[in-house]
């Protein structure tokens, strides 16, 4: 009995030792797997962290600056739209904001997020009115930032430095250039040149006068679509106009044709474009009478043949022999001389008597230069 039961504790013992052997062997088994498997794991996240953290890497990251009623902050952020950039940074948009540029906008390098307080403000520009939502601050800078781009010399309605807080409507009217070039007339002068070949009194068409043509460059400057001003950039003669020359007869008056120099009264030096050498007479008249030119008649003024010499020529007149003086006067008044032929030149004097002390005499009458 006892040996059997020994026996059997032998026996008992030897399978509780090989079932320990046994489960040892199943725990050694799972923990292995168990191990085996918590390293696959790690590995994996480890892969998949890697595969993420390359993903980033390989994309840009663009330095974004976010801007929140002037509070700037830069951010680091890769590719993706505004929303996304507000949402990575939890910035929360109020009701009475805006967000400039738009949500569905891409972000790029340099981009700047504003997210401002804003209100509704009456835009009209460019020829339309519509209800902008424009964020505080200058208008000016608030409208640039609502793409409405000024000009420096595009007026508002208000200052540019209104505060749009206070604002309800503004005006933008544009100023606006272009250059114009068109082509302009020149009209021919008319000229005229004494012939002792053509009787005196009389004239004859020598050239006829041709008009030229010149391109002249505007700038002009537009206020609201209309034109304000202009001024004249440059000109350029394409076709020179041709003078219209008259002859005049001088036939009897001698001309010399040529410029020179004489000596006045007083012992002075002047130039002279042209003289003419003939009778002269003298004329006078009541105070107060007019003459051809509508100057009042003077001491000083004198009556000419126009077709011979134009009015407002400035003279010197002198007998040829010298005797006597007129001296220096103005082309003014015409007379009935001038058909004839009797004179060059009818001189004025304020009284009878030194009209008939002048008498008629030959005469030279200096063109002054």
Avoid at 219 to 248: A, N, R
Avoid at 267 to 295: D, E, H, L
Avoid at 338 to 350: E, L, M, N, Q, R
Wanted: proline residues 2%.
């Amino acid at each position: 009995m006892f040996t059997e039961k020994r026996s059997f504790a032998k026996s008992f013992c030897a399978i509780s030792i090989v079932l320990m052997i046994v489960l040892s062997s199943l725990v050694s088994v799972t923990a292995a797997i168990s191990g085996a498997a918590v390293a696959q794991e790690t590995s994996d996240k480890q892969d998949e962290g890697a595969s993420k953290l390359a993903d980033i890497q390989s994309s840009a990251l663009n330095v974004v600056v976010l801007d929140v009623n002037g509070d700037r902050n830069a951010v680091l952020f890769p590719n993706g739209t505004v929303a996304e950039f507000l949402e990575l940074t939890e910035t929360t948009v109020g009701e009475n904001q805006i967000v400039i540029p738009s949500l569905n906008s891409e972000i790029a390098e340099d981009t700047v997020v504003y997210v401002r307080n804003a209100k509704p403000v009456q835009v009209t520009v460019d020829g339309e009115t519509k209800l902008m939502v424009l964020s505080y601050g200058k208008i000016a800078d608030s409208l640039e930032l609502a793409g409405v781009s000024l000009g420096d010399e595009d007026i508002l309605s208000v200052d540019r430095t209104a505060k749009v807080e206070d604002l309800e409507k503004v005006t933008v009217t544009r100023v606006t250039y272009k250059t114009v070039t068109e082509t302009k007339e020149i009209p021919f002068e008319s000229v005229t040149e004494p012939s002792d070949k053509i009787e005196l009194g009389e004239t004859k068409l020598s050239t006829e006068g041709k008009n030229g043509e010149k391109q002249v460059t505007k700038k002009v400057k537009y206020v609201g679509g209309k034109k304000k001003s202009e001024t004249v950039v440059s000109e350029k003669v394409t076709k020179k106009p041709v003078d219209e020359v008259t002859l005049v007869g001088a036939k009897g008056a001698a001309t010399t044709g040529s410029a020179g120099t004489f000596t006045d009264e007083n012992g002075v030096t002047v130039s002279y474009s042209q003289v003419f050498t003939g009778s002269g007479t003298a004329y006078t008249a009541p105070a107060g009478s007019g003459t051809a030119t509508g100057v009042t008649a003077y001491h000083g003024g004198v009556a000419i043949d126009p077709n011979l010499i134009p009015y407002g020529s400035k003279l010197y007149v002198e007998s040829v022999d010298g005797s006597i003086v007129y001296g220096y006067c103005t082309a003014v008044d015409t007379g009935g001389f001038c058909d004839d032929g009797s004179a060059i030149i009818d001189v004025f004097y304020d009284t009878y008597d030194e009209c008939v002390n002048w008498g008629r005499r030959d005469v030279n009458v200096y063109v002054l230069s």
